[in-house]
């Protein structure tokens, strides 16, 4: 069976840190391109980091560069979001992706997480 499973969410004061896994199963993740997105209540998906599969170069957006990395442990299969410094700005359900479409473009990926809810509140 091809899939994502992520998990690590939860609920983590504001300054806290998180680390969201994200392993795959059925495909190798190497082999594709990576991408985290969240949603908030009511908001657009929003990109939250890439991975090129071309270069193994990673991208984020100003609102969480500096805090969010990306990485992965190709053993395992399974791919990384270390999320520092977060704010409460930062809720949001968490998705993984992998698919062949590259940085910064749409996000047609083939295989999508199911999704796991991180919630940064005093």
């Known amino acids: 069976q091809l899939q994502l499973v992520e998990s690590g969410g939860g609920l983590v004061q504001p300054g806290g840190s998180l680390r969201l896994s994200c392993a795959a199963s059925?495909?190798?993740?190497?082999?594709?391109?990576i991408g985290w997105f969240r949603q908030a209540s009511g908001k657009e998906r929003e990109g939250v980091s890439c991975?090129?599969?071309?270069?193994?170069?990673?991208y984020y957006p100003d609102s969480v560069k500096g805090r969010f990395t990306l990485s992965r442990d190709t053993a395992k299969n399974t791919v990384f979001l270390q999320m520092n410094r977060l704010e409460v700005e930062d809720t949001a359900v968490y998705y993984c992706?992998?698919?062949?479409?590259?940085?910064?473009?749409?996000?047609?990926?083939?295989?999508w997480g199911q999704g796991t809810q991180v919630t940064v509140s005093p």
């Open positions: 992706a992998a698919g062949f479409t590259p940085c910064g473009g749409p996000p047609e990926y083939d295989y």
């Open positions: 991975l090129s599969r071309h270069d193994g170069n990673t």
């Open positions: 059925g495909f190798t993740l190497d082999d594709y391109d």
